[in-house]
């Protein structure tokens, strides 16, 4: 599939094969989607053919599973359940994603067996986190911080803030909406620096979210980044969202755009 891809540092459309000769050392590859759009998993499904082709063994994080649901991905990805029995273990979990449409991508890990990393914390905590506050009894077993959570920059809650704004609910506060996002970011960041620092990584680690968790170096990879650097590390990586053809953005949003 021939992708229309901008470099937006130099503002210029780049070929496959140059973007993914930019690509193909970093440390992460963050791929910011809209979900479940054929487009944009078939980009992701070159992205890593394309660097199973070059000698790479990437590692491929994935959103749409929450950090308790890694025993059945594994069982999946080493052969040991089929297709059908991981949809009905993952439909009892509180997700909602259709697996169908990034069976594809899974399939590449089981084929290649490459590490499939599930990042996120259970969709019904962050519910309750957006409705109720954080509570401490949200984080227990998760071994996260609640003042990394709490800890946001200024630049991330107003991008937050401004899409509350867009779709407030009365249920639920400005404050408790962006503790919300922020209790998801800060687990799949937690994730992915637990991923990073242990022995026997593949890198690159592409990970796999909604734009949302990563335009403007915010969210994950700030989080990220923070939390490597205080251990004496620096990763190199490279943001990719989707946009819409008809879409105005903000050129910075990231270092290559694909178009929708």
């Not at 054929?38 to 660097?51: T, V």
């Not at 009892?92 to 594809?104: Q, T």
């Not at 919300?180 to 937690?190: F, G, L, T, V």
Request: glycine residues 6%; contains cysteine; negative net charge.
């Amino acid at each position: 599939m021939t992708h229309h891809i901008l470099d937006t540092e130099k503002n210029i459309p780049v070929d496959f094969d140059v973007f993914l000769e930019d690509i193909q050392n970093r440390d992460i590859i963050y791929i910011g989607e809209f979900h479940q759009v054929q487009e944009i998993l078939a980009f992701q499904i070159d992205i890593i053919s394309g660097l199973l082709q070059r000698g790479f063994h990437p590692s491929i994080g994935l959103e749409m599973f929450n950090v308790l649901q890694q025993e059945i991905l594994d069982y999946y990805t080493e052969g040991v359940i089929t297709f059908e029995q991981l949809m009905n273990l993952y439909d009892m979990g509180p997700e909602g994603f259709d697996l169908k449409h990034y069976r594809n991508i899974i399939d590449i890990a089981l084929k290649n067996k490459l590490k499939a990393i599930c990042l996120n914390i259970p969709r019904d905590i962050a519910s309750s986190v957006a409705r109720h506050g954080l509570d401490r009894k949200e984080l227990d077993g998760l071994y996260l911080n609640e003042q990394d959570i709490k800890n946001c920059s200024d630049a991330y809650k107003k991008a937050i803030g401004s899409v509350y704004k867009k779709h407030p609910h009365e249920e639920i506060t400005e404050e408790n909406f962006i503790l919300s996002q922020s209790i998801k970011d800060e687990m799949m960041a937690e994730t992915i620096v637990h991923y990073l620092k242990t022995g026997n990584v593949r890198t690159p680690l592409i990970v796999i979210t909604g734009r949302g968790h990563i335009e403007h170096w915010l969210g994950i990879p700030e989080r990220v980044k923070g939390k490597m650097v205080r251990r004496g590390v620096c990763p190199s990586d490279v943001l990719i969202v989707a946009v819409h053809e008809d879409e105005y953005f903000v050129q910075n949003i990231a270092d290559y755009i694909v178009f929708v």
